[in-house]
């Protein structure tokens, strides 16, 4: 079992920045992959960003050279750091840690609201 528990979230104007944050009840070091994704209303989930055990990073599109996913060993987190943040990326910000093995499991934090507007 791994408990994810994100922070960070709210309301930002266009432009500005918000750094989101998961904490995991695991060790990450232990976790093949982490990783954040975000849902706005009326649309499916999607990836934001990945981030594997060996220090691999992936971007969805939207999110290359505005996001950085990075994270903390010691503290066992894992960050998004948002900037230039436009109203399109309005959407509940949810965690993910990937547990590779026979069977894969997937655990998923509880979300965080980011809202960007005026």
């Known amino acids: 079992q791994v408990q994810l528990v994100e922070s960070g979230g709210g309301l930002v104007q266009p432009g500005g920045s918000l750094r989101l944050s998961c904490g995991s009840s695991?060790?990450?070091?232990?976790?093949?992959?982490m990783g954040w994704y975000r849902q706005a209303p009326g649309e499916q989930r999607g990836v934001v960003a990945r981030?594997?055990?060996?220090?691999?990073?992936f971007y969805a599109d939207f999110a290359e050279g505005r996001f950085t996913i990075s994270r903390d060993i010691a503290k066992n987190t894992v960050y998004l750091q948002m900037n230039s943040l436009k109203p399109e990326d309005t959407a509940v910000y949810y965690c993910?840690?990937?547990?590779?093995?026979?069977?894969?499991?997937?655990?998923w934090g509880q979300g965080t609201q980011v809202t960007v507007s005026q």
């Open positions: 695991r060790s990450i070091s232990s976790i093949n992959v």
């Open positions: 993910k840690a990937e547990i590779w093995g026979d069977p894969d499991y997937d655990y």
């Open positions: 981030l594997t055990r060996s220090g691999t990073t």
